[in-house]
């Protein structure tokens, strides 16, 4: 049934479709350099409702009250790109409908984290119909990170957070594969029933016309029918993942430099060097972060056997909000490792 109802609002014309559905308004929160700035969204709309320093002064009940006006609403802790990853990953197609499934499985190969230590959420990004791929956004957040934050808003008597957004996209971080969606509250249900009443009456009308008609003999065919289907449908479902695994292990050895340079990277950075932004194209690396010695990471990875022709791509900078130096390298892949 949930199936049809989220099929049958896609089909309807945009003007109707606030007549029968409308998203749950929600409260963001921003924490960055001991301040938390609100916002109220609805109905893809948002409105700035200020910045708050955290002190002993401050009052959430207070805000939250002003903000929402007597409405109820959601609470959503938002990421930047300094808090959360962002990455693209290119899947076979047979995996779209389950795409954070999968990259929950390969999390650890994806990214330089693993399923137990972040907060993450994928979704499909385009899909390739000619090369049956799908291209999936992922975005990632370091465990620590997110429950230091839950914890502060916590003792600042914050509620209990119901999502974790980044980057203002429309993500929900979640730990593992159990997260909770949220679903989208019916605005009025009076005519949605109305529609499903119809709907189901000019169908099921013609049948029953038919089955008084036909009798027995078109009842046994309709469930031979619906088991040979049912039947084909999982024949289907298994050729499908057979075929998914096998481009994946194809994948695997035709090209695994992708993976490996992610995973090698986290192995040769240091720990007071956090990585903001990693592109790479071809056998070319380019690396965006922060770190607290940023001119020793060419040696570093120079040293590295999986680098070379390690570079500075823009000079240096001070970030006065973390005192840490901002840095963009670039180096380029060992050929005999890929």
């Not at 799908?134 to 502060?152: C, G, M, R, T």
Request: hydrophobic letters at 40%.
């Amino acid at each position: 049934m949930s199936w049809w109802g989220d099929n049958l609002y896609r089909g309807l014309p945009s003007a109707l479709r606030s007549l029968f559905r409308a998203s749950q308004p929600s409260l963001a929160l921003y924490m960055a350099n001991e301040r938390l700035a609100l916002s109220w969204q609805q109905d893809g709309k948002r409105r700035e409702c200020g910045e708050f320093v955290l002190d002993s002064a401050f009052d959430f009940s207070r805000i939250a009250k002003k903000a929402a006006r007597s409405r109820n609403y959601q609470l959503k802790l938002e990421l930047d790109e300094k808090q959360a990853l962002h990455l693209q990953h290119t899947f076979p197609e047979g995996v779209q409908d389950n795409i954070k499934q999968v990259v929950g499985y390969q999390l650890d190969r994806i990214t330089p984290f693993t399923l137990d230590n972040a907060y993450f959420d994928a979704k499909v990004a385009k899909h390739d119909k000619a090369n049956k791929q799908v291209i999936a956004d992922i975005y990632i957040s370091p465990k620590q990170h997110i429950e230091q934050y839950l914890n502060k808003l916590r003792h600042l008597g914050v509620p209990e957070i119901q999502v974790i957004s980044a980057m203002a996209s429309p993500t929900q971080l979640t730990r593992g594969l159990s997260g909770n969606a949220t679903a989208p509250v019916a605005a009025s249900l009076i005519p949605f029933y109305l529609f499903l009443l119809a709907l189901t009456a000019s169908l099921i009308a013609p049948i029953w016309y038919k089955d008084r008609r036909l009798g027995q003999i078109d009842e046994a065919i309709a469930s031979l029918q619906q088991q040979a289907s049912a039947q084909i449908e999982v024949r289907d479902k298994l050729l499908a993942a057979e075929e998914a695994l096998s481009f994946i292990g194809e994948k695997r050895k035709t090209a695994p430099v992708m993976l490996d340079v992610v995973e090698h990277l986290s192995m040769e950075i240091p720990p007071h060097t956090w990585v903001e932004r990693l592109e790479i194209t071809g056998n070319q690396v380019q690396i965006r972060g922060e770190s607290e010695q940023a001119l020793s990471l060419i040696d570093t990875l120079e040293v590295s056997p999986y680098f070379e022709a390690v570079s500075f791509k823009s000079p240096v900078t001070r970030n006065p909000s973390t005192g840490k130096d901002k840095f963009h390298l670039q180096a380029t892949v060992e050929a005999a490792h890929e």
